[in-house]
């Protein structure tokens, strides 16, 4: 218990830490928002606007940086993140927007290459040498490739070449046959799962080499214990000794993960930019190109919560499946 | 002494699955030769390690050399242009050369400061303990949580443009975002060499301790030292490319990222200009995949346990419960 107290103690300091940086970036940063919107800006604004921009900023010269800093705090944790410049709509509402895409991509795309990874990484282990383990030194080019090579790749392929998947964004607005109709109905739907199918499969590729790698070398360490000796010795089934040795391999395979989410985060969101696929990815793109400081703030700091929302499930599931990190605790 | 016993002699000959794995001469070539795969990802990667170096002097043409100054169109390969042309008429081989040197020198800057940051951090943090080691694993576990590439978009874009192009700066600042994972992994493996004997021995006759983190225990650190720096190496590769794909640095020599964000503004993919985009593409997959052989294949030599059947020990099957392990190699394994 005191181990989960520490742990979510930890998420709420890097949490802080987090809110914090993304209060000081665009202040360190020369010149400031403000600055950055007006030269961007087109058409005339008002004196009114000005202060009322000035404001929202928190770039009133009246308040000093630590004002700034607790009304910051106060908005962000109240769930205003600003309104964004580009885009002329509060942050939030433009996050509503884009999340389900990312969190439907990222999410699927993580699950099936956990899955998928943890079971060929068990076979291979398994059967040290055998035909499945030929596929680590194939898994870790996929491993070594950035997300969004591979993407490119994959869209080469795939896309331009073959013409089996579309090019680019996250469904068809009309085609020749078809009007599509946002919303749960057939053809809209089946356009969605199309236009994800690259995306998706950049990210499975790339993540699920260090699932792979990862699965097969607890596992062969694993397999010397004594426990899984004695399972055989019992003569349980081939398999259900293997089951034994991968419950247990499984754990220190979870908790390296929790190291690297946020680099499939980071990846995941560069193979949105490259599949110009409508998510979190390549609105941050866009807000970084038309310096809109509040959307970029608003992008990173759901990014950062949502890494630590994932590495604080991760460390739940490994408490939970791990006895031996309850008692140490 | 091998030559004397014909049967021996035969077995060496024949790369037969009989031949015992620990047999003194087999072990002794084993113990020299690293694996294959630590050989072709260290080919793969001198190879384009040759190229940063002597690319840019052997280019055929300038970076700002044009074809022709009419045709808006990129040119297919040719005899004489091996990879084309751009959409502006620049020799695409000769930029691929040229740009070589900026992409790999700032990813091996990137992970020579990373590596230097998480050797201090992580060796401190395991080695000194207490509160100094609370604060730098909160701090690198922080760094890990954190969007690395996401916040380097933000910090480099406004960067004034000569610091965009200085090399230093750009890899001073991929680093930063990198030395976490390295961090972690090194403290991690000093806790457990702490304890050792030969460090109490070391702390019980009086030496430094600063004398004891670099003598005693950064050598032995040195494997994981390794992996990580190529880590980074693949990491801050693949950032940089990224940075410069998004357009947010662009170096003035152009880096392999500057030409594929050139053909992705110029739709060169719903084009079929490929001679544009594959080639760096191609090249940055690469010096990833020759990196992360090298990577593998210090793993195994970390821990020998996990080294393939197929790669390393002719033949030789595992059997559940008994893991063939070379014993030379096991015997570097316990003294380590």
């Known amino acids: ?329 | 002494m091998t030559s004397l016993d014909p049967a021996l002699a035969a077995a060496a000959a024949d790369p037969a699955p009989q031949l015992e794995p620990a047999a003194p001469r087999h072990s002794r070539t084993r113990r020299h030769r690293p694996p294959a795969k630590v050989l072709v990802g260290g080919a793969i990667t001198l190879f384009f390690v040759l190229m940063a170096l002597f690319g840019p002097l052997l280019a055929p043409h300038s970076a700002s050399w044009v074809a022709n100054t009419t045709n808006g169109t990129p040119q297919a390969p040719t005899g004489s242009l091996w990879l084309g042309t751009d959409n502006m008429q620049h020799d695409l081989f000769s930029l691929l050369l040229i740009g070589s040197r900026s992409t790999l020198l700032i990813a091996f800057l990137a992970g020579a400061i990373a590596t230097v940051l998480s050797v201090a951090v992580g060796v401190t943090a395991g080695y000194v303990g207490g509160v100094a080691d609370e604060i730098l694993s909160a701090l690198s576990n922080i760094f890990l949580a954190l969007p690395g590439l996401l916040i380097l978009m933000v910090i480099i874009s406004p960067l004034p443009v000569p610091d965009k192009g200085n090399s230093f700066v750009i890899g001073l600042v991929v680093a930063i975002t990198s030395w976490a994972y390295g961090a972690r992994a090194l403290r991690a493996q000093t806790l457990a060499l702490r304890g050792q004997d030969y460090v109490v021995s070391a702390r019980v006759i009086g030496e430094r301790r600063i004398r004891i983190i670099l003598f005693e225990i950064v050598p032995n650190l040195l494997p994981i030292v390794a992996a990580s720096f190529i880590f980074t190496v693949i990491y801050g590769l693949g950032v940089y490319v990224a940075l410069c794909y998004l357009g947010v640095v662009s170096p003035s020599s152009g880096s392999w990222g500057t030409m594929l964000q050139g053909a992705q503004s110029n739709s060169a993919i719903g084009n079929g200009w490929w001679w544009w985009y594959l080639p760096p593409a191609l090249a940055v997959a690469l010096v990833g995949l020759g990196l992360a052989l090298l990577n593998f294949g210090i793993d195994e030599i970390i821990n020998p346990r996990i080294r393939s059947a197929r790669t390393g020990r002719g033949g030789v099957k595992f059997q559940l419960g008994l893991t063939p392990v070379v014993r030379a190699a096991a015997r570097e394994g316990d003294a380590r």
């Open chain 1, 1 to 329: 218990m005191s181990l989960l107290i520490r742990r979510i103690g930890f998420y709420v300091l890097a949490a802080y830490a987090a809110i914090t940086l993304n209060f000081f970036i665009p202040r360190l940063l020369p010149g400031n928002a403000l600055d950055a919107v007006l030269t961007t800006m087109r058409g005339e604004i008002t004196p009114q606007e000005l202060a009322g921009m000035a404001a929202q900023y928190g770039i009133d010269s009246k308040q000093s940086l630590l004002a700034q800093y607790f009304t910051y705090i106060g908005h962000t944790l109240s769930g205003n993140f600003g309104f964004s410049t580009s885009k002329q709509v509060p942050v939030s509402t433009v996050l509503g927007g884009e999340l389900p895409w990312t969190v439907g991509l990222i999410g699927t795309a993580t699950v099936l290459a956990f899955l998928l990874g943890t079971l060929i990484g068990v076979i291979a282990g398994w059967k040290r040498g055998g035909l499945i383990d030929a596929v680590v030194p194939v898994s870790a080019f996929f491993q070594a490739v950035p997300y969004f090579i591979l993407g490119l790749l994959l869209l080469i392929i795939f896309g331009a070449d073959l013409h089996w998947f579309p090019i680019g964004g996250g469904y068809d607005a009309t085609s020749r046959t078809v009007t599509y109709v946002q919303g749960w109905n057939w053809p809209y739907m089946s356009s969605v799962l199309q236009h994800a199918v690259l995306p998706a499969a950049t990210v499975v590729l790339a993540s699920i080499a260090g699932w792979i790698v990862g699965m097969r070398n607890m596992m062969i360490t694993t397999m010397d214990e004594d426990y899984v000796l004695v399972a055989c010795a019992k003569g349980l089934p081939r398999w259900r000794a293997m089951a034994i040795a991968a419950r247990n391999a499984i754990l220190p395979t979870i908790s390296n993960f929790t190291l690297s989410i946020s680099l499939v985060v980071t990846g995941a969101i560069l193979v949105e930019v490259v599949f110009n696929y409508p998510g979190v990815g390549l609105e941050m793109f866009n807000a970084v190109q038309s310096t809109d400081y509040p959307l970029i703030q608003g992008i990173l700091l759901v990014v950062t919560l949502a890494v630590l929302i994932a590495n604080l499930l991760a460390d739940f599931a490994y408490i939970v499946l791990d006895p031996r990190s309850r008692r140490e605790a």
